[in-house]
C-alpha cells in the first residue's frame, strides 16, 4: 500500500522558514518525480515545487522562486520543501504528490498518489 505522509507545517511569522517533509512506503519513488501542492480556502490546488527523479532536476511556480527550496533523500524515501522568507500568502494546506512518470508535470490531475496534507500558517 502507498502511502505518501507530510509533516513540518505549523505556524509562524512572517519573514520566517519552516521545513515540510514528506514521506513515502510502500515502493521507492526514485526513478519518479515528486511535487508540492497547496491549496488555500475556496482556491484551487497549486503547483509549487517538483523534483525530478533520475537527475534531481527542480521546478518551481513563480511566486516561490527564489523563497522555497526542494530536495530528495533517495535513501529515506523522503522529499523536503525548504521555505524561507514566508508570506501571509503562502497560508495554505500543503500536499506532496508522486507521478508514475519519469517526466515532471504541474497539474495536479496528471500525479497518483497524494498525502493527506499539512496546514501552514503565516501571520502578518
Known amino acids: 500500500q502507498v502511502q505518501l505522509v507530510e509533516s513540518g507545517g505549523g505556524l509562524v511569522q512572517a519573514g520566517g522558514s519552516l521545513r515540510l517533509s514528506c514521506a513515502a512506503s510502500?515502493?521507492?519513488?526514485?526513478?519518479?518525480?515528486i511535487a508540492w501542492f497547496r491549496q488555500a480556502p475556496g482556491k484551487e490546488r497549486d503547483f509549487v515545487a517538483a523534483?525530478?527523479?533520475?537527475?534531481?532536476?527542480?521546478y518551481y511556480a513563480d511566486s516561490v522562486k527564489g523563497r522555497f527550496s526542494i530536495s530528495r533523500d533517495t535513501a529515506k524515501n523522503t522529499v523536503f520543501l525548504q521555505m524561507n522568507t514566508l508570506k501571509p500568502e503562502d497560508t495554505a494546506v500543503y500536499y506532496c504528490?508522486?507521478?508514475?512518470?519519469?517526466?515532471?508535470?504541474?497539474?495536479?490531475?496528471?500525479?497518483?498518489?497524494w498525502g493527506q496534507g499539512t496546514q501552514v500558517t503565516v501571520s502578518s
Open positions: 504528490a508522486a507521478r508514475m512518470k519519469v517526466e515532471v508535470a504541474a497539474p495536479p490531475l496528471l500525479y497518483d498518489y
Open positions: 510502500g515502493r521507492t519513488f526514485s526513478r519518479y518525480p
Open positions: 523534483i525530478s527523479g533520475s537527475s534531481g532536476s527542480t
